[in-house]
């Protein structure tokens, strides 16, 4: 019996999530004992915590949609080259879990990922056909290493990552499915979405356990990549709404720190989010705000899909762009009932 793609999403979807909590409560024990983050000067935890469940994460997301490609849609061809690519970078991200690495050899091994799916796109998907074609693809690397570390950088705490990749890659699936796009983006954006909602127990304030850089890397790799698929399909406004709070916040940041001066590659506490916790908000008041933005998010992106015109896109990035805005000038102030 051949099942029609939303509700092969919505198995799949469901799958993960069943795969991946049952995976994080069998490596547990591991984790405990051999990849324990210690709270440093970026943490907003003040006790060691187990982190590597992006282990579970990874491999749920990566077997259940590899699966359900190979078996629910033949016609589809399964991605090896971009499942390859993430669990190389969730190696790195492993090994710098344990025993950090220098910042140069992580970079050069996280470009090599990135770039091998990028260097892998036919020269007929282009965004700017205007451009070289090796042009565009040089950018395209630089910015899928940025999209990589950003999901890094932004995953300092409890429960944001997931207030951040679940209705994102919810609704690349509700895009998906609305413009009948090729089933292989569909079904990694639900595995994805459901490793990450049966990791959420597990995270909720106080976390029992983190991602670690074993999850956040390759995460943001397959993000990244469903991201770019929807942007050859023609929608690059809604690509960009999407991740438009991470996108913002950390680039940000990174701009103000090199203005600064400072060394951004080190462990620090400058982001909007984390100076929000500074300032008078809680854990839960910063997860809840960032997840609400991202709803509207969605509903700008799915909104410019379906009315498909520039003057709609242009309007909904107005939008997008004001009230990531609005949230950011907050959680840069000091809360009024702390002033």
Sequence with gaps: MTLSPGLLALVVLTTASLCCAALIVATMPLLRRYALARPNARSSHRTPTPQGAGIAVVCATLAVAGSAIAVGTPSTQLPLLLFFSTVVIAVVGAIDDIRPLPVLPRLVLQAFSVGAVVFALPDQLQLVPLLPVVVERIVLLVAGLWFVNLVNFMDGLDLITVAEIVPVSLTLVAIGLLLDSPSTGILV???????????????????????????????????????????????????????????????????????????????????????????????????????????ALAALAIASVVLSSPAADAVALVCGVGLVAVLLTRFARPRRSQS
């Excluded at 990450?196 to 106080?206: I, T």
């Excluded at 029992?208 to 698929?229: R, T």
């Excluded at 008078?280 to 809840?288: A, F, P, R």
Aim: aromatic share 14%.
């Design 189 to 295: 954006a639900a595995a994805l979405a459901g490793s990450m909602l049966g990791f959420a127990p597990f995270n909720r304030p106080v976390a029992k356990v983190f991602l670690g850089d074993v999850g956040s890397l390759p995460i943001g790799l397959l993000l990244g990549w469903c991201l770019l698929q929807l942007a050859f399909d023609g929608h690059i406004a809604a690509a960009f709404l999407l991740p438009l709070y991470y996108l913002a916040d950390s680039s940000i940041t990174l701009l103000r720190r090199l203005v600064r001066r400072e060394a951004f590659w080190r462990a620090h506490r400058s982001h909007f989010y984390q100076r929000a916790t500074d300032n008078g908000y809680s854990v839960i008041d910063v997860v809840v705000r960032v997840f609400l933005t991202n709803l």
